[in-house]
């Protein structure tokens, strides 16, 4: 899994069945200082996350699929798994509370 | 999941079997600000309606193939679903 976090919401009418009443999350991944690494990836949300939480984004097929129920043949790859509380690195806090420490 | 920008269309008259009736598009990938990043892709067109100019989303790798009519078959990009906006969340 990686860390990340909600930026921006795509919306879309015309999509695969599998994203039907789904939220689909566009999100930064960030870096371990908490900071984007410029890369980011459309993701199913599946924990109810909102704009700016740091949240977990697994990029794995299977799991994926397992998670929303859509096993075996459900063209995702990319999901929101969890909503990040803290995240410290190297002894130092980079997230508190849902939030990146500056 | 990525952004990309549908920039053409290909034919491919003798392909894969399994591959019949599947349309394929060529998509640049977007970045969040929908400004051109990377290479175009040719994307399987897994909704039936994506078209020339339209912003949508596609998924990489084993999963494009499962949004095929036929999922074993040899297809890494496929679009998944058309955007009608990126907006803040």
Do not use: W
């Not at chain 1, 789904?22 to 984007?36: A, E, F, Q, V």
Request: charged share 25%; glycine share 10%; proline share 5%.
């Amino acid at each position: 899994m990686k860390i990340g976090r909600v930026v921006k919401t795509v919306v879309s009418t015309i999509h695969n069945p599998l994203f039907e009443d789904r939220r689909l999350l566009l999100c930064d991944y960030l870096g371990t200082d908490g900071k984007p690494t410029g890369d980011y990836t459309i993701a199913v949300d599946n924990v109810d996350a909102g704009a700016g939480e740091v949240v977990l984004i697994l990029d794995e097929g299977n799991s994926a699929r397992q998670m929303l129920g859509k096993e075996p043949d459900g063209a995702v790859r990319a999901v929101v798994a969890g909503i990040v509380d803290e995240l410290v690195v190297e002894g130092a806090v980079v997230v508190r509370d849902g939030d990146v420490l500056e | 999941m990525q952004l990309g920008r549908v920039i053409g269309t290909v034919v491919a008259t003798e392909c894969y079997e399994g591959l019949e009736g599947v349309n394929f598009l060529l998509v640049e990938p977007l970045d969040k600000e929908l400004q051109p990043a990377g290479e175009p892709v040719v994307a399987a067109d897994g909704v039936h309606m994506a078209g020339p100019g339209e912003v949508v989303y596609f998924v990489a790798s084993r999963e494009a193939a499962l949004a095929c009519p036929e999922t074993f078959v040899p297809v890494d990009h496929a679009i998944v679903g058309i955007a009608d906006a990126v907006e803040d969340a």
